[in-house]
């Protein structure tokens, strides 16, 4: 017996490094990190959710929603990186032009996303540490004008 008769009978590929049996190795990690991206971002929507809530009913200030929207954007970070990683993986194998063009696209909008997210999380975070200076300083004042 062949091996293209053996492949028929028992429905093993002839090689394991066949074009057919990588693509569907590939497109089975694809959808491996594309889940993983969405439920990092499914993840941290609902931390995001609980924390929103949380901080409403206790009347937080401002500072309490800005430390909130920070996690969620840390989230959308990560998961938007796996959804870049697939899509770079979605190429891996013979790619056409068109899928090249596709790719750079998309990588172009995350990329652009991800910036501003991490430009808007470093200003937030900024901004949140003055203020939680600036109450430190009022608390410290307060305290020590209390010794004297």
Known sequence: MDVLAAEETTGFPHSFLSEELLEDYVNLFIRLVEAVGAIVIFIGA???TVQF???????????EFVRVRLGLARYLLLGLEFQLASDVLRTAIAPSFEEIGK????????TALNYFLGKEIAEEREEVEKNDERRREREGGRAGGDRT
């Open 103 to 110: 790719l750079a696209a998309i990588a172009a909008i995350r």
């Open 46 to 48: 609902v931390i995001a």
């Open 53 to 63: 809530v949380r901080a409403a009913v206790r009347g937080r200030h401002r500072d």
